[in-house]
């Protein structure tokens, strides 16, 4: 059973024979949504309305009425012709030696303007600039004149694209640069939501987006000394790259046996508030590099994780269920590898810590069931709001996660994991596939309601509202939850949660 999945658009476009070598499947997701983009028509591009003046208009007058409407340029009508006059060509009317009052525009301006048809490539329009030296072309639908077209246009379409982003990332060269990159990760996700691009695809570009910022924040803080020897992480939904919308931080520094920096404090200090700057809010639980507990040595997490996964504190699982999905982001990734073999050893053929490990998926249980006994009728106030991630996301993630651990499963993403777990026997093809779309069905809702969320200005968060939902996403919601409970009956089965 699989939820209603409306066919999304996807952003991969057509490939480019000739300019992509007709493979855009083989490039890397980046690369494929900027040929996408560039192969986009000029239609979809903003473009200006045109301002026509006669050709006998003096520049000072013209000047005056560019500056009231708040424009650059004009198209100027001379004896049946069509010409183009922008501030730019105040430059060659000072030259003429005349009062620019006494200069009619038809002689400064450029007739026989470049123009592409509203049926162009974008990628060719911005060439056809490029080539030209001209900022601006006129945009035609057939033989009349429609808008026009800059490069400041052109640069505004793909100004949140994730190319540029990276690359105002990797030349940040202090903080503030970095962090002015870092905020446009949100507008780029609005862009890609709007376009239908799968929330699959928007979440692992996020994630990647988010990484490359967490390293070049490192890079800006961190002495090389430190960098060498330490190994920056993060964990959780940012290590799976599966949170798009910021939540919270999820990040740790292992730092090698017997190296020590004094600055240590005042670094991963500076890093949690960069970070709280961009846009990042701190972790309510204390998960960040900030805290002793997450910025330790090799020997120090060893211990951690014996407590985690032997010990009886309470957070223990919780702790580990987090550290278990750590990813690499900077720095010496040895030193993660080794934690990770370490814990595959502390947990190896312990069918008692892994069914304690996934009895987490029962700590929302009593919530969910009234919640789903009332979906149908979406009466009373009682059935406003449904927690996404209580009910449905953090079930889907953690079982997946207890079933990868048991099966000694390196994979980090939830899609992966199941994909591994499939492959290895663990779980069966249609409930592997029913989750998945369960968990993609999801995190869709769950983007949309954070950008509905923070449109109003209110900070996002894991509830939405039903009354918001259309017919087809509260039947996709019900369905997606009833898969979500019959894993979580399946999961009690297979660990014998009930002996507990």
């Known amino acids: 059973m699989s939820p209603t999945n409306p066919p999304d658009r996807i952003a991969d476009g057509p490939s480019r024979p000739g300019r992509a070598g007709g493979a855009s499947g083989l490039l890397p997701p980046e690369r494929r949504e900027f040929l996408a983009l560039m ?23 013209l000047c005056r009425m560019l500056a009231e409407r708040g424009r650059t340029g004009a198209l100027v009508r001379d004896a049946g012709r069509i ?28 007739f026989e303007p470049l123009a592409v048809s509203v049926d162009d490539e974008l990628f060719d329009a911005l060439l056809l600039m490029l080539r030209h030296g001209f900022h601006r072309v006129l945009v035609k639908d057939g033989d009349e004149i429609v808008g026009v077209l800059g490069q400041l246009e052109l640069m505004g379409l793909i100004a949140n694209h994730s190319e540029l982003i990276v690359l105002r990332v990797d030349q940040a060269e ?3 640069e970095l962090a002015s990159a870092a905020r446009q990760v949100e507008a780029m996700i609005q862009v890609l939501h709007a376009d239908g691009v799968r929330v699959e695809n928007i979440a692992g570009l996020v994630g990647r987006l988010n ?7 490192w890079e800006l803080l961190a002495p090389a000394e430190l960098q060498r020897n330490s190994c920056l992480i993060v964990m959780g939904s940012e290590g799976r790259s599966e949170q798009i919308i910021r939540t919270d931080q999820d990040n740790a520094l292992i730092l090698r046996d017997g190296f020590a920096c004094p600055q240590i404090d005042a670094v991963t200090a500076a890093f949690t508030a960069a970070l709280v700057e961009f846009g990042y ?3 309510p639980g204390g998960i960040m590099l900030s805290r002793p507990l997450w910025c330790q040595s090799v020997t120090g997490f060893r211990g951690a994780l014996f407590d985690w996964t032997q010990g009886a504190d309470g957070d223990g699982p919780m702790n580990l269920a987090i550290f278990f999905d750590a990813a690499v982001v900077a720095g010496d990734p040895e030193l993660l590898s080794e934690l990770r073999a370490h814990l595959r050893l502390l947990v190896a053929g312990s069918a008692t810590f892994n069914a304690r490990f996934a009895a987490a998926i029962e700590q929302f249980g009593s919530e969910g069931g009234g919640w789903w006994r009332r979906l149908p ?3 009373g106030r009682d059935a406003a709001e449904v927690d996404l991630k209580k009910l449905g996301l953090f079930p889907v993630v953690h079982g997946v996660r207890a079933l990868a651990l048991e099966a000694g499963i390196e994979a980090l993403g939830t899609a992966a994991r199941l994909e591994a777990l499939e492959a290895a026997g663990r779980i069966g093809h249609d409930l592997a596939r029913d989750l998945l779309d369960a968990l993609h069905c999801l995190m869709r809702l769950k983007l949309a309601s954070n950008l509905t969320q923070i449109a109003g ?15 087809l996403e509260r039947q996709a919601l019900k369905e997606s939850l009833g898969i979500v409970r019959q894993f979580k009956a399946w999961l009690a089965t297979h660990y014998r949660l009930d002996a507990l």
């Open 281 to 283: 809010p701190p972790c």
């Open 83 to 110: 010409g183009i006059f922008t501030t730019t060509d105040l430059r060659d009317a000072l030259l003429l030696g005349r009062p620019p009052a006494e200069v009619a525009v038809r002689e400064v301006a450029v």
């Open 377 to 379: 009728g979406l009466r």
């Open 211 to 217: 990484r490359r910022v967490f390293r070049r924040l």
């Open 39 to 61: 192969a986009s028509r000029v239609r979809e591009a903003a473009l200006r309305m045109p301002v026509y003046v006669d050709g006998s208009t003096d520049l000072v007058t």
């Open 174 to 176: 202090d903080v503030s």
């Open 457 to 471: 200005g209110r900070p996002p968060d894991n509830l939405v509202r039903l009354g918001q939902l259309g017919t």
